[in-house]
Antibody, heavy 119, light 110 residues
Framework: EVQLVQSGAEVKKPGESLKISCKGS????????IGWVRQMPGKGLEWMGIIYPGDSDTRYSPSFQGQVTISADKSITTAYLQWSSLKASDTAMYYC????????????WGQGTLVTVSS | NFMLTQPHSVSESPGKTVTISCTRS????????VQWYQQRPGSSPTTVIY?????PSGVPDRFSGSIDSSSNSASLTISGLKTEDEADYYC?????????FGGGTKLTVL
């Protein structure tokens, strides 16, 4: 069974760093792209970027380029999303999702990680 | 980059048919596939339509997708509405450098 299991909810202060994770199982982790999607409270979905764990090829949405870093450790089948300095506006639910094929269809999603940034 | 515009909300009665539109602002709707995701409150999104009109296994055939080049839009049609269909629906497409989601449509079945 394909599963993407994300790390738990986080509460951070502005300026702090954070790295959240997404562990894949039940499939060949290195042969599917993993994307990250933000959902701010009460708002819609926003694509942040995507990584191919096989060779760590990474693409970012222009809106998120330079704001976050996406990485992966294929030895432990885990993808990451990290911030070096959080802002209150980073408060959101973050989902990882597996991309199938080349048509940007995300067929499996993690359960989401809620990040709250507040002083 | 382009935008995908959806109606903010739609409502319909159980048993009826509803269509949700998704209009691409620039570039042809037919140039890149469109996906549709359902998101129930408190849950992660799930695919109901991929590659314009394909249904994943497990999605009932009450769900169908289409594109219309004349209006440069995609549509999600749900027939025989059930209360369980009440959710937010997002269209999604892409170009060479970005993946774009529509703003989402809240479907109320009442």
């Amino acid at each position: 069974e394909v599963q993407l299991v994300q790390s738990g909810a986080e509460v951070k202060k502005p300026g702090e760093s954070l790295k959240i994770s997404c562990k894949g199982s039940g499939y060949s982790f290195t042969t599917y792209w993993i994307g990250w999607v933000r959902q701010m409270p009460g708002k819609g979905l926003e694509w942040m970027g995507i990584i191919y764990p096989g060779d760590s090829d990474t693409r970012y949405s222009p809106s998120f380029q330079g704001q976050v870093t996406i990485s992966a450790d294929k030895s432990i089948t885990t993808a990451y999303l990290q911030w070096s300095s959080l802002k209150a506006s980073d408060t959101a639910m973050y989902y990882c999702a597996r991309r199938v094929g080349a048509t940007e269809d995300f067929d499996y999603w993690g359960q989401g990680t809620l990040v709250t940034v507040s002083s | 980059n382009f935008m995908l515009t959806q109606p903010h909300s739609v409502s319909e009665s159980p048993g009826k048919t509803v269509t949700i539109s998704c209009t691409r602002s620039s570039g042809s709707i037919a140039s890149n596939y469109v996906q549709w995701y359902q998101q129930r409150p408190g849950s992660s999104p799930t695919t109901v339509i991929y590659e314009d009109n394909q249904r994943p296994s497990g999605v009932p055939d009450r769900f169908s997708g289409s594109i219309d080049s004349s209006s440069n839009s995609a549509s999600l049609t749900i027939s025989g509405l059930k209360t369980e269909d009440e959710a937010d629906y997002y269209c999604q497409s892409y170009d060479s450098s970005n993946v774009i989601f529509g703003g989402g449509t809240k479907l109320t079945v009442l």
